[in-house]
């Protein structure tokens, strides 16, 4: 898959470069992107079952594809978005590892809803599967939270932050990304997210596992003005 897909995006994004120059745009939440993924873990502590302590760290590549769509009217509500995303990776020692987040967000965009600024909300359902046979599988949900802007006429950026929960891992997530647009509204994007999810064993001791990531991500996304 990440051979099929890496020499696409070098493609894609030479195609663009070379298109008429782009008019200024709003901030959109109608959008596909592709990027490679680098996945990096530390895994420490103790269990009920290992008393001695664990340090476990790796890095993986990967390619994460990203998909949202913007409704003008849900509901009762205005301005609501469903955004999925999945990512596929194998680790240095061949095991392979899979995440699926997909939810239902709310944005609130400035300037009459074609600003510049925006911020938005969203309820995540999550699946991480580590080992080529589904050998770990954790899942959960996620709240989170992020503010995008533009801060020059073709650079935005977006810092976001929320809560994880897996069943028993549970913990913080911070993003950091930017995007450079480019013409016929595609952009230039990179992503910096890190997590930290700790999972308590027994609360009466200090048996616990801390498991910490950190992704980065540089890709190609498309946005689309559907209204």
Same mark, same amino acid.
């Given at each position: 898959?990440?051979?099929i897909?890496?020499?696409?995006?070098?493609?894609?994004?030479?195609?663009?470069?070379?298109?008429?120059?782009?008019?200024?745009?709003?901030?959109?939440?109608?959008?596909?992107?592709?990027?490679?993924?680098?996945?990096?873990?530390?895994?420490?502590?103790?269990?009920?079952?290992?008393?001695?302590a664990?340090?476990?760290?790796?890095?993986?590549?990967?390619?994460?594809?990203?998909?949202?769509?913007?409704?003008?009217?849900?509901?009762?509500?205005?301005?609501?978005?469903?955004?999925?995303?999945?990512?596929?990776?194998?680790?240095?020692?061949?095991? #392979? @590892?899979? /995440?699926?987040r %997909?939810? +239902? *967000?709310?944005y609130?965009?400035?300037?009459?809803?074609?600003?510049?600024?925006?911020?938005?909300?969203?309820?995540?359902?999550?699946?991480?599967?580590?080992?080529?046979?589904?050998?770990?599988?954790?899942?959960?949900?996620?709240?989170?939270?992020?503010l995008?802007?533009?801060?020059?006429?073709?650079?935005?950026? #977006? @810092?976001? /932050?929320?809560? %994880?929960? +897996? *069943?028993?891992?549970?913990?913080?997530?911070?993003?950091?990304?930017?995007?450079?647009?480019?013409?016929?509204?595609?952009?230039?994007?990179?992503?910096?997210?890190?997590?930290?999810?700790?999972?308590?064993?027994?609360?009466?001791?200090?048996?616990?596992?801390?498991?910490?990531?950190?992704?980065?991500?540089?890709?190609?996304?498309?946005?689309?003005n559907?209204?």
């Open positions: 898959m990440r051979r897909i890496l020499p696409g995006l070098v493609a894609a994004v030479t195609g663009a470069a070379t298109a008429p120059a782009a008019a200024e745009t709003s901030i959109v939440y109608t959008t596909v992107g592709v990027s490679y993924a680098q996945l990096d873990y530390e895994t420490s502590g103790s269990g009920l079952d290992q008393p001695e664990i340090d476990l760290s790796g890095d993986a590549d990967g390619v994460t594809v990203d998909l949202s769509l913007a409704v003008r009217k849900f509901g009762p509500l205005e301005g609501v978005f469903i955004a999925g995303r999945y990512t596929d990776g194998e680790y240095d020692e061949g095991v #392979g @590892v899979s /995440a699926t %997909v939810g +239902l *967000g709310k609130f965009i400035g300037e009459g809803g074609v600003g510049r600024l925006s911020f938005n909300g969203r309820l995540n359902y999550e699946e991480f599967t580590f080992g080529d046979n589904d050998e770990i599988t954790e899942d959960g949900y996620s709240i989170t939270g992020e995008r802007g533009y801060i020059d006429e073709y650079w935005e950026i #977006g @810092v976001g /932050a929320g809560w %994880v929960d +897996l *069943g028993e891992p549970q913990g913080f997530r911070v993003t950091i990304s930017t995007a450079i647009e480019l013409p016929l509204q595609f952009f230039l994007t990179a992503e910096w997210e890190t997590q930290s999810l700790n999972q308590d064993f027994d609360r009466r001791t200090s048996d616990d596992l801390q498991n910490d990531q950190s992704n980065i991500r540089v890709g190609l996304r498309k946005d689309f559907l209204f």
